[in-house]
T-cell receptor
Framework: GDSVTQMEGPVTLSEEACLTINCTYTATGYPSLFWYVQYPGEGLQLLLKATKADDKGSNKGFEATYRKETTSFHLEKGSVQVSDSAVYFCALSDRGNAGNMLTFGGGTRLMVKP | GAVVSQHPSRVICKSGTSVKIECRSLDFQATTMFWYRQFPKQSLMLMATSNEGSKATYEQGVEKDKFLINHASLTLSTLTVTSAHPEDSSFYIC???????????FGSGTQLSVL
């Protein structure tokens, strides 16, 4: 079946440092890929998505590129802020949009220190 | 943006008791809601899919008699953990699909601790 593996946290960075959170997946079809973020005390929110190979999703300074050859969708940001402290979930859907069932990774907690 | 209210956010109960978790879409109608659970350091796992007015569809390995799901209206789904045991302690999170634009929105989760 489908699965998503992402790096374990917590990841602790200083403000303005570069961020990479690795995510790899296995899927039988051609899934869409997502990154969700959960800020403290809030629900999961869609951060960005990519629906086909080589697509790059971006939002709030975060980027992730759908790499079919390496089955990866790593999340990157060039300069993190304290407000980016949250838990980040990589996910896939095999039906092409975020409205269908999702398979999640285990989540990675990011802590950004001033 | 759209909001999904999940309540309670944290509950501690004694073994053998039942716990009900509510998931409400506050400003949209949701024909479909999903229930997930997450064990520490593990992935979010889909437990069941509930459709308004019909029986929930459970994933393999999820006991339907233990995890009762009711989706009686377009804005409310409930998950009841019956006769809870310590191994049911977990983080439960719901999501709701907006019937208009099919986008998915998540509740903030419920941390269940069974003593």
């Amino acid at each position: 079946g489908d699965s998503v593996t992402q790096m374990e946290g917590p990841v602790t960075l200083s403000e303005e440092a570069c961020l990479t959170i690795n995510c790899t997946y296995t899927a039988t079809g051609y899934p869409s890929l997502f990154w969700y973020v959960q800020y403290p005390g809030e629900g999961l929110q869609l951060l960005l998505k990519a629906t086909k190979a080589d697509d790059k999703g971006s939002n709030k300074g975060f980027e992730a590129t759908y790499r079919k050859e390496t089955t990866s969708f790593h999340l990157e940001k060039g300069s993190v802020q304290v407000s980016d402290s949250a838990v980040y979930f990589c996910a896939l859907s095999d039906r092409g949009n975020a409205g269908n069932m999702l398979t999640f990774g285990g989540g990675t907690r990011l802590m950004v220190k001033p | 943006g759209a909001v999904v209210s999940q309540h309670p956010s944290r509950v501690i109960c004694k073994s053998g008791t039942s716990v009900k978790i509510e998931c409400r879409s506050l400003d949209f109608q949701a024909t479909t809601m999903f229930w997930y659970r997450q064990f520490p350091k593990q992935s979010l796992m889909l437990m069941a899919t509930s459709n308004e007015g019909s029986k929930a569809t459970y994933e393999q390995g999820v006991e339907k008699d233990k995890f009762l799901i009711n989706h009686a209206s377009l804005t409310l789904s409930t998950l009841t953990v019956t006769s809870a045991h310590p191994e049911d302690s977990s983080f439960y999170i719901c999501s709701a699909r907006d019937r208009e634009n099919r986008k998915l929105f998540f509740g903030s989760g419920t941390q269940l601790s069974v003593l």
